[in-house]
Nanobody, 125 residues
Framework: VQLQAFGGGLVQAGSSLRLSCAASGRTFSNSVMAWFRQAPGKEREFVAAFRRNGGYTYYADSVKGRFTITRDNAKDTVYLQMNSLKPEDTAVYYC???????????????????WGQGTLVTVSS
């Protein structure tokens, strides 16, 4: 599985951005596509995830109500719509795929099998 993420950029606080991540290769019905982010000097943190089987979504508390994750199963592409961006959202955003994920693992980065290259989101105040 290969992942390609794009859509990052420099925006002002309060603006919106949409990130996309396309997966190529084999995926499984129980796979999870997720977004993580890593700010300078900080650990990588969970942002949002979408489980293909059932369409369940999961969000970090810090983005709930502002970010929306959707998935196009036919294209194996996941999107992250980010609204009301804040300077603290500044980070490199990574998409990831977990092939056989249990719910308790969804927010844990090392449980994911494949990672994209990351796309930088910078939010100015």
């Amino acid at each position: 599985v290969q992942l390609q993420a794009f859509g990052g950029g420099l925006v002002q606080a309060g603006s919106s951005l949409r990130l996309s991540c396309a997966a190529s290769g084999r995926t499984f019905s129980n796979s999870v596509m997720a977004w993580f982010r890593q700010a300078p000097g900080k650990e990588r943190e969970f942002v949002a995830a979408f489980r293909r089987n059932g369409g369940y979504t999961y969000y970090a508390d810090s983005v709930k109500g502002r970010f929306t994750i959707t998935r196009d199963n036919a294209k194996d592409t996941v999107y992250l719509q980010m609204n009301s961006l804040k300077p603290e959202d500044t980070a490199v955003y990574y998409c990831a795929v977990g092939l056989h994920m249990i719910q308790s693992s969804i927010r844990t980065s090392h449980m994911y099998d494949y990672w994209g290259q990351g796309t930088l989101v910078t939010v100015s105040s």
